[in-house]
């Protein structure tokens, strides 16, 4: 996917178990957030 505008990130089933799945989510949200602003950076 080098060259596009596309990017992947895996998340794996251990991450989304309760314990944990709160942080994981504001991390991905994270990860989108800057990612996408990014490719507007001058």
Known sequence: MKGTD????TVWECRLKSAVRQ???L?????I???YLERFRP
């Open 6 to 9: 596309y990017s992947k990130r």
């Open 27 to 31: 991390e991905i949200e994270y990860y």
């Open 33 to 35: 957030n800057h990612t």
């Open 23 to 25: 942080q994981t989510l």
